[in-house]
C-alpha cells in the first residue's frame, strides 16, 4: 500500500513537472487577436524554469528566460498598423517546443467592461436581422473573457478570439461592438474588441479590494459587505431559495393556465454571491488576467447595480477610483470612457447620483462619458438603441483620442453659475451647433432659494448659456436640470447629442440622509 502511494506521489510530480515545463501562452494570445499599433506590445507565457524563450513577429525576435516560477515576458516595438494576417511564433529553446499563434492582425484595441448593458449582445439589440446581415467584417474581432470572479488575482484568462460575421456577431457585445464598428469605419485598421462584463454586478466588485481598503469614504461599505460575507449561511440560503422556486413553479403554472402575467423569478442567492465574488472578486478574476495586454482604452457601462438606495453616493469615489486604478496597473494614462445612465423610471435618488458621480468624474484628464438620457427605455432597464451608445463613444473617442473632427465630443456640459437677482445664468461647454430646445420649450429646470423648495423654472437659451427662473422664487441660489430618474428634459446640442443632467447644488437628498442614519 505504502509502495503505491509512493508511486502514485511520483507520479502527480513527475505531471506537475511536466505542465510547469510546457510552453503556453497567455490566453488572450490566441488565434485571430488583434495587436495594438504603436505603442510596445507585451507578450508574456509560462516555461520551465529559467527556460530560454524566444518571441517572433513582424519581423522582429525577442528573447528571455523564464523566471523560477516560470512566467516569461517580452515587449516587441511598436508596430504599424497591419491587416494581413500574419503569425507570432514563439519558441523553447532547450525542449524544441513552440507555439505558433494565426491570424494575427494590428490596430486599436479597446477593452469594454461593467454589467449588464456592457454584456447585452447584439442579438438582444435593436434590428439584430439588419445588423448581422451587414456583420461580414473580418477585421473586427472580439475576446470575450469567461473567467469566474475570485478571490486572489488570477494569472491567466479564458476565452477565444472571434472574428466578426453574420454567424459569430449575435454573441457580441452590442455596446463594444457598435462602438467599435464606428472606429474601423472612421479610422480603416483592424479592431479588436476585449469583453470583460458580467450582469448584475456593483462596481466593487470590479475594484482591487486593496484599493478600496485605502479610501476612507468606502471602509465603512466594505466593513458591512466583509460582515454580511462572514454571516452568509450557504444551507440556509439555498433551503430558502428552493422553497421560493418551488412557491414560484406553482404561481407560474396558475398564471400560465389563467392567461395571465408570469411572476417573477427568484434569484439564487448562490449564484448571485459566486458571479459578484466581493469587493474586488471580478477584478481578480476577469480583469488582472489581462493586464497588461497592450490597449489602447477602456469602455464602462456599469452603475445600474450601484443606484439602490444608500448605494449612489458612494459612487463619486468609487468611478474614479477604479479609472486610476487600472491606469496604475496598466501603468499608463489610458483613455477612458463611460456611460451615464440613461432614462429609466426607477424611484429613488440613487440614479441620478450614479449619474452626477460619473458627470463628476470627468474632472480626471482622457476621461470621456456618453450621455443617454434621451435614449433609454423608462420600462427595461436594458434598452435596445446600442447603436446610439456606440456612436457618442465613439465620437469622444474619435475627437479626443484620435484627434479626428467630429460633430461633437459630447452633449452640453455644465461649467458655471451665477445669479443675476431673480435669474440663474448656466454656463455650457461642448455646445457646438449652438445649444437647442429639443421639441418647443426648454423643459427640464427648476430652481429653489435659500429655503431650499424646488418650483418648475422658465428657461430660455441665450447662446451658450441658459438662464433660468421662476416668479415663485424671488432670489434663486440653486438650479437642477433633469434631475429626475426617468426625466422631461430637452437640451441639445447642435449635433443632436443631450445635455447631461446636473445640480448646481450639494444639499442631502432624502437617501442620502436615510443612509446616514
Not at 82 to 95: C, D, G, P, R, Y
Request: aromatic fraction near 8%; charge should be positive; proline fraction near 6%.
Amino acid at each position: 500500500m505504502k509502495t503505491a502511494l509512493i508511486f502514485a506521489g511520483l507520479l502527480l510530480a513527475s505531471a506537475t513537472a511536466l505542465q510547469a515545463s510546457e510552453l503556453k501562452l497567455a490566453a488572450v494570445f490566441s488565434d485571430h487577436m488583434v495587436l495594438q499599433r504603436d505603442k510596445p506590445v507585451p507578450v508574456w507565457g509560462w516555461a520551465g524554469p529559467g527556460e530560454p524563450v524566444t518571441v517572433s513577429f513582424g519581423g522582429q525576435e525577442k528573447k528571455v528566460a523564464a523566471d523560477a516560477a516560470g512566467k516569461w515576458m517580452v515587449k516587441l516595438d511598436p508596430l504599424p498598423a497591419n491587416a494581413a494576417s500574419s503569425e507570432l511564433q514563439v519558441s523553447a529553446a532547450s525542449n524544441r517546443q513552440s507555439v505558433t499563434v494565426k491570424d494575427v492582425l494590428v490596430g486599436e484595441v479597446w477593452l469594454g467592461s461593467g454589467q449588464s448593458n456592457m454584456a447585452l449582445n447584439v442579438g438582444a439589440a435593436r434590428d439584430f436581422e439588419t445588423e448581422r446581415a451587414a456583420a461580414r467584417l473580418p477585421l473586427i474581432r472580439m475576446f470575450k473573457e469567461m473567467s469566474n470572479a475570485a478571490q486572489t488575482p488570477q494569472a491567466d484568462a479564458k476565452g477565444q478570439w472571434l472574428v466578426c460575421s453574420p454567424e459569430a456577431v449575435g454573441g457580441f457585445s452590442a455596446t463594444l461592438f457598435f462602438f467599435g464598428r464606428e472606429l474601423y469605419r472612421a479610422l480603416g485598421v483592424p479592431v479588436g474588441l476585449i469583453n470583460s462584463s458580467v450582469g448584475g454586478t456593483p462596481i466593487e466588485a470590479w475594484v482591487a479590494g486593496e484599493a478600496q481598503s485605502r479610501v476612507p469614504e468606502l471602509r465603512a461599505s466594505l466593513d458591512a459587505l466583509a460582515q454580511t460575507e462572514a454571516v452568509f449561511d450557504e444551507v440556509k440560503a439555498k433551503a430558502n431559495y428552493e422553497k421560493a422556486l418551488a412557491r414560484w413553479q406553482a404561481q407560474a403554472s396558475r398564471a400560465k393556465a389563467a392567461g395571465e402575467p408570469q411572476p417573477r423569478k427568484p434569484r439564487d442567492p448562490l449564484a448571485q454571491r459566486s458571479r459578484r465574488g466581493g469587493a474586488g472578486g471580478l477584478f481578480n478574476g476577469k480583469i488582472a488576467p489581462l493586464i497588461p495586454y497592450a490597449i489602447r482604452g477602456t469602455v464602462w457601462y456599469q452603475g445600474e447595480a450601484n443606484s439602490h438606495a444608500g448605494k449612489g453616493s458612494l459612487y463619486q469615489h468609487q468611478l474614479p477610483l477604479l479609472v486610476s486604478d487600472w491606469r496604475s496597473r496598466w501603468g499608463e494614462d489610458l483613455p477612458f470612457a463611460w456611460v451615464q445612465l440613461p432614462n429609466y423610471a426607477r424611484a429613488s435618488d440613487d440614479w441620478m447620483l450614479v449619474r452626477e458621480a460619473m458627470l463628476k468624474t470627468l474632472r480626471l484628464p482622457h476621461t470621456g462619458m456618453a450621455i443617454t438620457v434621451d435614449i433609454g427605455e423608462p420600462d427595461n432597464i436594458h434598452p435596445k438603441n446600442k447603436q446610439e451608445v456606440g456612436r457618442r463613444l465613439s465620437l469622444w473617442a474619435l475627437g479626443e483620442v484620435y484627434g479626428q473632427k467630429v460633430v461633437a465630443t459630447s452633449g452640453p456640459l455644465p461649467v458655471g453659475h451665477e445669479a443675476r437677482g431673480s435669474d440663474i445664468v448656466l454656463s455650457f461647454s461642448h455646445a457646438e451647433g449652438g445649444l437647442q430646445a429639443k421639441g418647443g420649450e426648454l423643459k427640464g429646470f427648476v430652481v429653489a432659494g435659500e429655503d431650499r423648495q424646488w418650483k418648475p423654472a422658465v428657461a430660455r437659451i441665450e447662446g451658450d448659456k441658459v438662464v433660468a427662473s421662476s416668479a415663485e422664487v424671488k432670489k434663486p441660489v440653486a438650479v437642477r436640470y433633469a434631475w429626475a430618474a426617468d426625466p422631461v428634459c430637452n437640451l441639445f446640442n447642435g449635433a443632436g447629442i443631450p445635455a447631461s443632467p446636473f445640480r448646481t447644488d450639494d444639499w442631502a437628498l432624502p437617501n442620502m440622509e436615510q443612509a446616514q442614519k
